[in-house]
């Protein structure tokens, strides 16, 4: 067992019998009160954010994983499929694996795959950065690109962001998958 002296960002444990990625640890010492880690944490499961207070030398059980890279083929129904790159071998995700990544996958895409130590998969990530073709979006006008406003854009993959009045369809633009928004256009 570890104890909270190993708890970093990016860790996996087992919390309340399920699993949590740790997004953000803080270690405090309160001036007459006793050490402890306060710990934000995201259910892998449903997605919801849990606090808790770890206190200091507590035990803690840290789920050993190993991350693969895989390459993205196809959807299978409601699954995706992914292919090893050095073993050619198939396997089939989850969409609560990718969570809402998922709507920016497209074909031939690297994805990342955490595996538990018992071969399960805990979690799949698509790069932080993808370019995507605007397949659907308002037209626009000479006044309209030189306001500052946005609107909404159908992406290759079926995702809808913001973008600014400027991008039409056609266009190339780069999107942060986490954070589910525009950054610049592509050139190209």
Do not use: C, W
Not at 4 to 15: A, M, N
Not at 96 to 107: P, V, Y
Request: hydrophobic fraction near 35%; glycine fraction near 6%.
């Amino acid at each position: 067992m570890a104890t909270t002296s190993d708890l970093s960002k990016g860790v996996i444990l087992r919390f309340n019998g399920e699993l949590h990625l740790l997004e953000e640890v803080i270690h405090r010492t309160p001036g007459n009160l006793r050490a402890f880690y306060q710990a934000k944490m995201r259910n892998l499961r449903n997605g919801r954010v849990v606090e808790n207070r770890f206190r200091s030398g507590e035990e803690v059980e840290i789920v050993q994983t190993e991350r693969r890279k895989y390459q993205y083929l196809y959807r299978d129904g409601e699954d995706f499929v992914l292919m090893d790159n050095e073993t050619y071998d198939q396997i089939t995700v989850s969409p609560i694996a990718f969570g809402e990544q998922a709507k920016f996958l497209k074909e031939s895409m690297p994805v990342d795959v955490v595996f538990a130590s018992d071969n399960s998969i805990i979690q799949a990530e698509i790069p932080t950065f993808v370019e995507l073709t605007v397949t659907e979006t308002d037209p626009s006008t000479k006044d309209d690109r030189a306001t500052s406003g946005t609107k909404p854009a159908t992406l290759e993959t079926g995702a809808v962001i913001q973008v600014p009045m400027f991008v039409v369809t056609g266009d190339v633009v780069r999107v942060d998958t986490r954070t589910r928004e525009y950054m610049d256009r592509v050139k190209k």
